[in-house]
């Protein structure tokens, strides 16, 4: 698992057109609702056996801060050891 697999597959969960995502853009510029972002959870969850809950993603700001996270504690029963990063 690459930095790129996690951003595609960010960009296929949201249905955003190739290159309209990158690491630096702000959260809010990719998802319309709290149902986007209960999606992406769910959907890097069982892609990459991670545990992200909900209340975390107030420390989560960016597309490169999913990015991080997702690599941090990828296969994590938990999830929760990379979170200290933010």
Do not use: C, W
């Not at 955003?16 to 319309?32: C, F, H, K, S």
């Not at 969850?45 to 960016?62: A, C, D, F, L, R």
């Amino acid at each position: 698992m690459t930095q790129d697999d996690i951003l595609e597959t960010i960009r296929t969960t949201l249905s955003l057109a190739p290159g309209r995502v990158n690491v630096t853009m702000p959260i809010e510029e990719v998802v319309n609702d709290s149902m986007d972002v209960v999606e992406l959870i769910a959907v890097l969850g069982e892609t990459y056996q991670v545990s992200i809950e909900p209340s975390k993603m107030n420390h989560i700001k960016t597309i490169g801060d999913i990015i991080a996270y997702v690599l941090a504690n990828q296969g994590t029963a938990e999830g929760r050891a990379g979170m200290a990063a933010f």
